[in-house]
T-cell receptor, first 111, second 114 residues
Framework: EDQVTQSPEALRLQEGESSSLNCSYT??????LFWYRQDPGKGPEFLFT???AGEEKEKERLKATLTKKESFLHITAPKPEDSATYLC????????????FGTGTSLTVIP | DGGITQSPKYLFRKEGQNVTLSCEQN?????MYWYRQDPGQGLRLIYY???????QKGDIAEGYSVSREKKESFPLTVTSAQKNPTAFYLC?????????????FGPGTRLLVL
């Protein structure tokens, strides 16, 4: 069964304290892995797409990496405005190319 | 501006009532999706449509219905058969089902039961 698991569920960081969020997946035929940011009461906002193991993408203080079993979202020197829920999703080649979402990591950055 | 709009932002449903959530996109995307988001759970797929006048059930379609009469519009009806409708509903669209690219999401509708 296709599955996406994110950890930790919640993370509190001091401003400037770097850390990583994890997304592990078990899918048959990975086509792509996607990271989104979601603010409270709003729709998810696209951050990155990763297609193959070894690939890395960067945007400001965020860097996403991908292996054959998991992806990491590294946050370097976070600021309070980085506080949000970060969602991971995978698109598998079977079942109509559906997206499977993890439950998210709620990040709070304290000034 | 191109994007996805959902209305209303908040919707209240009485017992036994059907309600319809609106989703419109001007991105010229072929594929559209409806998800339900509950606290502590990942987004769950309700219905999706890859082309006008065609749609498929997702993982939790019971108690919901959709239509796709126009490329731009994909309304979701929450029927009285859905016994636990309180949730945050998200509409998304994508250029084409087979393309390796992201879905884009609307701002969401929060449905509450009176």
């Amino acid at each position: 069964e296709d599955q996406v698991t994110q950890s930790p569920e919640a993370l509190r960081l001091q401003e400037g304290e770097s850390s990583s969020l994890n997304c592990s997946y078990t899918v048959s035929g990975l086509r792509g892995l996607f990271w989104y940011r979601q603010d409270p009461g709003k729709g998810p906002e696209f951050l990155f797409t990763l297609y193959s193991a070894g690939e890395e993408k960067e945007k400001e203080r965020l860097k996403a990496t991908l292996t054959k079993k998991e992806s990491f979202l590294h946050i370097t020197a976070p600021k309070p405005e980085d506080s949000a829920t970060y969602l991971c999703a995978v698109q598998a080649s079977g079942t109509g190319n559906q997206f499977y979402f993890g439950t998210g990591t709620s990040l709070t950055v304290i000034p | 501006d191109g994007g996805i709009t959902q209305s209303p932002k908040y919707l209240f449903r009485k017992e036994g009532q059907n309600v319809t959530l609106s989703c419109e996109q001007n991105l010229n995307h072929d594929a559209m999706y409806w998800y339900r988001q509950d606290p502590g759970q990942g987004l769950r797929l309700i219905y999706y449509s890859q082309i006008v006048n065609d749609f498929q059930k997702g993982d939790i379609a019971e108690g919901y219905s959709v239509s796709r009469e126009k490329k731009e519009s994909f309304p979701l009806t929450v029927t009285s058969a859905q016994k636990n409708p309180t949730a945050f509903y998200l509409c998304a669209s994508k250029r084409a089902p087979g393309f390796l690219e992201t879905q884009y999401f609307g701002p969401g509708t929060r449905l509450l039961v009176l």
